[in-house]
Structures are given as structure tokens and as C-alpha cells.
């Protein structure tokens, strides 16, 4: 993965890699193993300046490109799953509020999220309502110059560590869609709200994964984010960066349990040796080795243009490649951990943790079937756009 890309800053990356060495890779086995927060890696992340790296500068952030952002994630997934999913949690608090963040939200939490004072969460998905978001049945009545919000949110990243939570609820459940609408929780001292325990879980095991509860939870007008109702738009901008985060993680898992199987066939002098054996396992590294290159490319040449469209998203394109990469991370990592054999089985190998953190993301961020209808709708789309007007 050291193939230099135009839109990557290496001087960021090699920061990236120095927290790596220093506290990520040393910490990652106890992370799976133990079920630890990775709350010292994300503070090195911080500390060294890449707490939040799509944010501008004068709020604390890195103001990278997003291909830099992707290549960072890539490496840190590639290393420790848990690890970059909560530090991606922190960037997927952080847009919305950058986005649609009043003045004085924008200015009190930007900082702290990108210094790593402070932990974020997003919380959207409910019992009953995730792909489903017109389902959304967690209600905040407006009650003179407060809301009070009564419900139930599920599988939040961060949430019981999260000093600020982004909170997708409805002001009218009859309304779907039209009625979501975003608020930002601050949790010190919040009265009717609680976080349940972490959920255990098949991979990615040290990131916190919890149920939040509402009950009678009064949160002042103010924490509202843009209008009644500006929640939807604002939850599908805010997804085309979580997916690129998730398609980044998928390559990185691909890479890390390629790694180990590299490693582990050098151990056992299979990569020179001319047995066939040993060349079975060399022609397969090699195609799996095409595989991730691909999956890279497409991955930064997406976020190129992201990053070149603005405002107008590539929702398609976001979708294909957070489809196609995190397929490949479950993938290649279930190849490999084949063709380690019996060795495929050890969490020493690191190709088995590599395949349980990479099947998750192939379900968060919207699955990859609402990943399928959403490229699928696309291609419809440019059929009809494109077809010749009939003959009357
Ligand atoms: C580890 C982890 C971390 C997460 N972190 C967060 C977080 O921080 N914040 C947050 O809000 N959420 C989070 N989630 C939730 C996650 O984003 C949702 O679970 C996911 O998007 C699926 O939504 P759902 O739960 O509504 O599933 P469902 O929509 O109920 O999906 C169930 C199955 O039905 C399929 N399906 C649903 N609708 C259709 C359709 N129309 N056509 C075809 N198939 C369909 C799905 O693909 C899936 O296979 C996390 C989940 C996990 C596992």
C-alpha cells in the first residue's frame, strides 16, 4: 500500500504510521482479545494532530483530502479494526455538526472532538428503524423552549463513552422521512437517558456498541441541528463520509489479513520455495495482491470525487465502493485465512480477527443489499436520462 497517490499527503500519513507503531499495532491483539476500549490510540491519533483529519484546520482538524482520510483508515483498520472504528465514530459525529451545527455547537464541540477531549457518537438506528429511516420511531416533543425525547436507539458506536451524540429523532412519527430531525446531545448531567453496557460481539470487539435510552429526556431547543425536519438531508450527506470510512476499513482488513499471510508464509520459506504447494500459495497472494490494489484505487479515485463534487455527492458512486470494498475486505480475508490451513484458526495467525472485524462492515452504514438498491436506482436512473424520446 505504498503506491503514492496524487491527493494523499505523505507527510500526514507518515504520522499516521509513526501512531501506529508506537500505540495501535503494540495494542491491537489485547483489544480484540480483552474487549478494551482503544482509548490510548485514539488520544495518539489526537495528540498528533489527526483527531478528526476532514475537519478545517482553525476548528482542530487536519483538513486533509478525503483520499488522505481513506488511505489513514486503511492503514489503521489494517492493524486494529475496533481502533478504527471508533476513530471514524469520531469524524461521523463531527461532520453533521460541521454541516448544520449552529454557531455556537460548531465553535464548543469541533475542537474537543478533534483534540480528543471529547468522545462522539451518531445515533440514528432504532430497534425497528436503520435502512428503514421513515421507521424512525424515537419522538422529541417540542415542550415550550425545550424538546423532550422518549425512545430507544440501538447498536451506537461510542455511545456509552460519548460526552456528545448526535441524535436523529422524529418531531412526528405520521410524517416519516419528513419529520426527522437532528438534535446534538450534550450527555454530562443529561436526566432521562441512559447507555446500556457494550454489546458482545462477533468482531471489531474493543469498540463500544450500546443501546441509549430515552425516558422523559429534556434537551433545550437549542440543541437542535437546522430546522424541524432538516434531519433526513442531513443524514444522507452525512453518510457518503461514514461509507467511504467503512469501504476504507474493508480494504484495510483485506490488507491486514494479507500481511499476516504473507508473514506467515515467509516464516515457512514458501515464498521463494518452487514446490508446488508453495507456488499454489504464491499465485493466490499474488491475486489477492490485485485485488486489494484495485479495491485501493477505486476507493481514492472516489474520493477524488467527492472531494471534486462538493455539495453534490456521488451517492452512487459512494454506495459502489462501499459495496465493492468491504465485500473484498470478508473476501479476501476468508481466503486467507484458507490458505493458512489449520493455521487459519489461530488468533496468533491475525487472519481470523481480520474476517470477524471485516463481515461487520458489510452490515453498518447501510447494509450492502441498501447498497445494492441504491446503485441499482442509479442505473435506472441514467436509463431514463438517457433514453431516446419515443415516436408518436
Ligand atoms: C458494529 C455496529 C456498529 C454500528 N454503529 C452504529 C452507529 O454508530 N450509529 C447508528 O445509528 N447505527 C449503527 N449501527 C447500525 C447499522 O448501521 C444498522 O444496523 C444497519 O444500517 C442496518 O440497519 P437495520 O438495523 O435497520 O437493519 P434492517 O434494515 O432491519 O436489516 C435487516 C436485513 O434486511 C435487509 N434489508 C432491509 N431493508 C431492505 C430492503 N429494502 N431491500 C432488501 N433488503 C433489505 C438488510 O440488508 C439486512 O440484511 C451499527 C451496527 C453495527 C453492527
Known amino acids: 500500500m505504498n503506491t503514492p497517490w496524487a491527493t494523499v499527503d505523505a507527510e500526514v500519513i507518515e504520522r499516521v504510521d509513526e501512531v501506529i507503531a508506537r500505540t495501535i499495532r503494540p495494542m491491537a491483539a489485547e483489544v480484540d482479545g480483552a474487549s478494551v476500549f482503544p482509548a490510548d490510540a485514539v488520544a495518539d491519533l489526537a495528540a498528533s494532530g489527526l483527531g478528526v483529519m476532514l475537519m478545517p484546520a482553525e476548528l482542530g482538524g487536519t483538513a486533509t483530502s478525503s483520499a488522505t482520510y481513506a488511505e489513514a483508515m486503511m ?47 451518531i445515533a440514528l438506528t432504532e430497534p425497528s428503524a436503520g435502512s428503514d429511516v421513515g421507521a424512525m420511531r424515537t419522538v422529541a416533543r417540542r415542550d415550550g423552549d425545550a424538546y423532550v425525547v422518549n425512545g430507544e436507539k440501538t447498536f451506537i458506536s461510542n455511545g456509552d463513552r460519548a460526552d456528545v451524540i448526535v441524535l436523529f429523532a422524529t418531531v412526528d412519527p405520521a410524517q416519516g422521512k419528513r419529520g426527522v430531525t437532528a438534535f446534538l446531545l450534550e450527555t454530562a448531567g443529561l436526566e432521562g437517558f441512559e447507555a446500556g453496557p457494550p454489546m458482545k460481539k462477533l468482531g471489531q470487539k474493543g469498540a463500544s456498541t450500546v443501546t441509549l435510552a430515552f425516558q422523559d429526556c429534556r434537551i433545550p431547543a437549542s440543541a437542535r441541528m437546522g430546522a424541524e425536519g432538516e434531519g ?3 443524514l444522507l450527506r452525512s453518510v457518503v463520509r461514514s461509507r467511504i470510512s467503512a469501504a476504507a476499513q474493508g480494504v484495510g482488513f483485506a490488507t491486514g489479513a494479507f500481511d499476516a499471510t504473507v508473514a506467515w508464509a515467509a516464516e515457512r520459506d514458501m515464498l521463494s520455495s518452487r514446490t508446488a504447494a508453495a507456488q499454489d500459495l504464491q499465485f493466490e497472494l499474488a491475486r489477492l495482491r490485485g485485488e486489494i490494489t484495485a479495491a485501493r484505487a477505486m476507493l481514492l479515485s472516489v474520493c477524488d470525487l467527492v472531494d471534486a463534487r462538493g455539495d453534490d455527492e456521488p451517492v452512487a458512486e459512494v454506495s459502489l465502493v462501499k459495496l465493492h470494498c468491504t465485500a473484498l475486505g470478508t473476501t479476501v480475508a476468508a481466503a486467507c485465512v484458507e490458505l493458512l490451513g489449520p493455521d487459519g484458526d489461530l488468533v496468533a495467525a491475525g487472519a481470523e480477527r481480520r474476517l470477524r472485524d471485516a463481515k461487520i462492515a458489510e452490515i453498518y452504514d447501510g447494509t450492502n443489499q441498501i447498497q445494492s438498491m441504491l446503485v441499482a436506482r442509479d442505473i435506472r436512473q441514467s436509463v431514463t436520462a438517457t433514453a431516446a424520446p419515443r415516436a408518436t
Open 75 to 121: 492503514r489503521i483498520a489494517a492493524e486494529c479494526g475496533a481502533t478504527s472504528t471508533v476513530y471514524m465514530t469520531q469524524m461521523h459525529c463531527a461532520h453533521p455538526i460541521h454541516l448544520q451545527g449552529s454557531k455556537p455547537q460548531i465553535e464548543s464541540w469541533l475542537p474537543r472532538i478533534c483534540d480528543g477531549s471529547a468522545v462522539g457518537a
Open 232 to 234: 433526513y438531508p442531513l
